[in-house]
Nanobody
């Protein structure tokens, strides 16, 4: 089992940057693939990015490709989401999640059994 805590959200102007962090507890962090999802008010939770347990494979939603970068540091039990060129439509609560699966299963939110509490990202236009 793994517990997840996100941080790094906040208010930023359009075109700005933020880096989200997700700290995991437990000794088996490196066994899990990690994903970032987001949910805006009145909308469904959507996939943002995912990274394999080793960090070798990454996956991105088309809406963030080229602007966001997911990475992980297994020594620090932490996964990151670097968000650049932010847009108003990126405004949402961002969640990190952990999964034992791999590949394109990682874009599906219900493939993740473990979730953080979320961190708010607000982009002003």
């Amino acid at each position: 089992q793994v517990q997840l805590v996100e941080s790094g959200g906040g208010l930023v102007q359009a075109g700005g940057s933020l880096r989200l962090s997700c700290a995991a507890s437990g000794r088996t962090f490196s066994s899990y693939a990690m994903g970032w999802f987001r949910q805006a008010p009145g909308k469904e939770r959507e996939f943002v990015a995912a990274v394999s347990w080793s960090g070798a494979n990454t996956y991105y939603a088309d809406s963030v490709k080229g602007r966001f970068t997911i990475s992980r540091d297994n020594a620090r039990n932490t996964v990151y989401l670097q968000m650049n060129s932010l847009k108003a439509e990126d405004t949402a609560v961002y969640y990190c999640a952990a999964s034992m699966l791999s590949g394109w299963d990682l874009v599906v939110w219900n493939k993740y059994p473990y979730w953080g509490q979320g961190t708010q990202v607000t982009v002003s236009s």
